[in-house]
């Protein structure tokens, strides 16, 4: 699209004249009478460049150049003056506070009147061009921070997946080590105790052979769900595999504590679960043998393996007692 230059004279030989200097640099070639017909064209068009008479009837030009500056999306158009009154320094200073970037004195020098005229539009291209980069550059920016968004959400659900359990979004075994080893160094910095709780379901494997795998993962994440929501936001509950839970009790000083905790846990997983499955309600009830180990400060480099053998013993050892009950670590 061809650039705009707006002619503002009250002459119709002066316009006449204008047109004929113009007629091949360029541009597309707006024609005012008055300074009011002007302000209506700049208000409908964008120009590259408005060369304005100064002296005319009603509005004179700089009457109309001071009107632009004050409309935001007008006053970086460029005016040249187009004036007899050039060798006056008075008017000159005035058309300068009003706006003008430029002087062209009456009569036209045709060289000069079409070499600044060139001049102006190769900086309104060179303008555009610009303009249309840093529209690029904005677009390419909104686009990298959308890129960057999406793979930060991306790299955070791969560690999220790496880190839990796919079925029932606990912590999975590598994030309950990291974590069972945070315990213990606050453990030891702060003179403070936990508890490592090990959870074996009861009755499991008949649940899955009876009613379908999907059934088990149902209940999986019912257990799960409870098991989240009776423990403290410190706390780590964590999935090891198949019916293995693990417990991070945090702040636990007295080891009384720790089993009464556990056993309300015990008899909470015996409830009945109702799962869907395939459309279909079922109820089942399970059981859970749970081995409760406290933890005894040590400068053993195998504390925490020492910590995961006693509550698993325990655990072992409330299995062999008749299942569904907690047993506390010698």
Do not use: W
Request: hydrophobic share 45%; net charge negative.
């Amino acid at each position: 699209m061809l650039p705009k230059i707006l002619v503002v004279d009250d002459t119709s030989a002066n316009l006449v004249a204008m047109r004929r200097l113009l007629v091949n640099c360029g541009a597309q070639l707006f024609e005012a009478t008055s300074g009011n017909q002007a302000l209506a064209l700049c208000l409908d068009h964008q120009f590259a460049l408005i060369l304005l008479d100064v002296n005319m009837p009603d509005m004179d030009g700089f009457e109309v150049a001071a009107l632009l500056g004050e409309t935001e999306q007008l006053r970086e158009t460029p005016i040249i003056f187009v004036t007899a009154a050039y060798a006056d320094d008075l008017n000159k200073l005035k058309g300068y506070r009003s706006g003008a970037v430029d002087y062209i004195a009456k009569p036209i020098n045709d060289v000069i009147l079409q070499s600044k005229v060139r001049v102006f539009l190769e900086l309104h291209a060179a303008r555009a061009e610009l303009q249309q980069a840093m529209a690029a550059l904005s677009e390419r920016n909104r686009q990298l921070t959308v890129e960057i968004a999406e793979r930060e959400r991306v790299e955070a659900l791969v560690r999220h997946q790496a880190s839990h359990d796919t079925l029932t979004g606990l912590p999975n075994r590598m994030l309950f080590r990291d974590r069972l080893y945070g315990a213990i160094q606050r453990a030891h910095r702060h003179h403070g105790l936990f508890a490592l709780a090990c959870i074996d379901i009861d009755g499991f494997k008949n649940v899955n052979d009876t009613h379908g795998h999907a059934a088990g993962d149902a209940l999986l994440q019912q257990i799960a769900a409870r098991l989240s929501a009776q423990l403290r936001g410190n706390d780590t509950v964590a999935r090891l595999g198949g019916d293995e839970f693990a417990l991070i009790l945090e702040e636990i000083n007295d080891q009384p504590l720790a089993l009464q905790l556990c056993q309300k846990l015990c008899a909470l997983l015996g409830e009945p679960y109702s799962l869907v499955v395939n459309g279909c309600s079922i109820e089942v009830r399970i059981g859970a043998s749970i081995g409760v180990a406290p933890y005894v400060p040590s400068d053993r480099p195998d504390v925490e393996e020492l910590l995961i053998h006693a509550a698993d013993r325990a655990m072992y050892e409330a299995k062999r007692s008749g299942k569904n009950c907690c047993v506390l670590a010698s």
